[in-house]
């Protein structure tokens, strides 16, 4: 199986990541992915970027070197007194899709309950379409609540590769466990590399070992390819599924020497 995305990466605009988004296209292009995002932290991280950042991002090329970019965010849930995410309606309108994820500095580890609810409220908002690292063990969930809540939401559930290699240690029976329950739900997942640096774009092995370890369905995979991702964001409403539906085309397109 070939997984030809990659959802989540941060650039230099979040301090603790370490290149551009020419270094990131040039590496996806040389890695052969048809498509990757950048999605930066949102306003409440320490070392998110400016608002601006987020709303200035139409500069920025739709395609290089034959590989699309999507224009992410990886948005705060909040603890409960506050709206459920650090994004809005206004911010999220500059943005191709959204992933709502618990970092320590923004959101004190609590207790099943009081994370389970945060995480479905974040959902609720409808301004998330991805739902980032669940595994990590100092936020435990009530995993069937939180995944029945993600397919009412039509949210992915995300499938970190970092979890298992780099970050947030102890994820990976959580992430055995999600993952055991979507498939028993029937819904979906998005693996991403969460890159910190662009030599690590699109790398989503050991995600794919845990898929293959549980025999979960390709078919539940959305990120697998350009054309399933974009087709999902068309379901949220966003004009990027309309934007690169030519490129699409083209890049399905048989080459001449394929006739
Ligand atoms: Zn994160
Ligand atoms: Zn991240």
Sequence with gaps: ????TDTHAHTVASTHAYSTVEEYFRAASDKGLQLFSITDH??????SPHPWHFGNMRVLPRIRYGVAMLRGIEANILP????????????MSFMDFGIASFHEPVFPPSDRQTHTRAMIAAME???????????????????????????????????????????????EPHCIEIL???????????????SHV?????????ALQKIDQIAFPESNIVTLN???FIEFLGE????????LSEWLADLERPQVSEI
């Design 42 to 47: 949102g306003p409440e991280m320490p070392d």
């Design 236 to 243: 949220h409403g966003k004009s990027v599924a309309q934007d």
């Design 180 to 194: 055991e329950t979507v498939k028993a739900l029937d819904w979906k997942v998005a693996l991403s590399s969460d």
């Design 125 to 171: 908002t409808g301004l998330v379409q991805i739902l980032g690292h669940p595994g990590n063990p100092n936020y435990p969930i009530n995993i069937g609540e939180v995944v029945r809540a993600a397919r009412d939401n039509n949210v992915l559930i995300e499938i970190n590769n970092s979890s298992f290699v780099s970050s947030r240690l102890g994820s």
């Design 80 to 91: 409960a007194d506050h709206h459920p995410l650090d994004v809005n309606h206004t911010l």
């Design 226 to 228: 350009a054309r399933r």
């Design 198 to 206: 662009h030599y690590t774009i699109g790398e989503v092995d050991v």
């Design 1 to 4: 199986m070939r997984h030809l």
